[in-house]
């Protein structure tokens, strides 16, 4: 894949060359889709505020953070995977992914469903990754 053309041929071949990157791309729509949808959940610990309008849903800004954040690390995961080509590139991929994990995982303990989305599928890439870059 080269940066001065990119069309759906590009896009195309890309997938066809490792079926599992489709199935990666797949999942991630999914994520960002549960994610933005569980924002608009009704928040459990804003029951009680009095001056707030029902239904008391959770801050539209963490959803838009997570988003972008979902956004870079699919980013990141790409740039690697196009333009690096040693043998260490599953393992910078997997660094990058562990940074996202301890950045968003942190809070686990109490996050709203958003950010256990984010958490969810920062799990599930690494399994989904060792899948794409198995030797065969």
Same mark, same amino acid.
């Given at each position: %894949?080269?940066?001065?053309?990119?069309?759906?041929?590009?896009?195309?071949?890309?997938?066809?060359?490792?079926?599992?990157?489709? /199935? /990666?791309?797949?999942?991630?729509?999914?994520?960002?889709?549960? @994610?933005?949808?569980?924002? !608009?959940?009704?928040? $459990?610990?804003?029951?009680? %505020?009095?001056?707030?309008?029902?239904?008391?849903?959770?801050? @539209?800004?963490?959803?838009?953070?997570?988003?972008?954040? %979902?956004? /870079?690390?699919?980013?990141?995961?790409?740039?690697?995977?196009?333009?690096?080509?040693?043998?260490?590139?599953? !393992?910078?991929?997997?660094? @990058?992914?562990?940074?996202?994990?301890?950045? /968003?995982?942190?809070?686990?303990?109490?996050? $709203?469903?958003?950010?256990?989305?984010?958490?969810?599928?920062?799990?599930?890439?690494?399994?989904? %990754?060792?899948? @794409?870059?198995?030797?065969?």
């Amino acid at each position: %894949m080269s940066t001065k053309k990119i069309s759906m041929r590009t896009v195309a071949s890309y997938f066809r060359n490792k079926p599992p990157r489709f /199935f /990666f791309a797949i999942l991630w729509v999914v994520f960002v889709y549960q @994610i933005i949808m569980s924002g !608009f959940e009704p928040n $459990p610990y804003a029951l009680e %505020m009095i001056d707030a309008p029902e239904p008391h849903s959770y801050d @539209i800004e963490l959803v838009v953070i997570l988003v972008v954040a %979902m956004l /870079f690390h699919l980013s990141f995961l790409v740039t690697i995977d196009v333009y690096m080509r040693s043998r260490w590139k599953f !393992f910078t991929m997997l660094i @990058i992914t562990t940074l996202f994990l301890l950045c /968003f995982g942190m809070v686990a303990m109490h996050a $709203p469903p958003s950010l256990g989305c984010m958490i969810f599928w920062t799990f599930l890439s690494f399994g989904v %990754m060792d899948k @794409i870059h198995a030797k065969k």
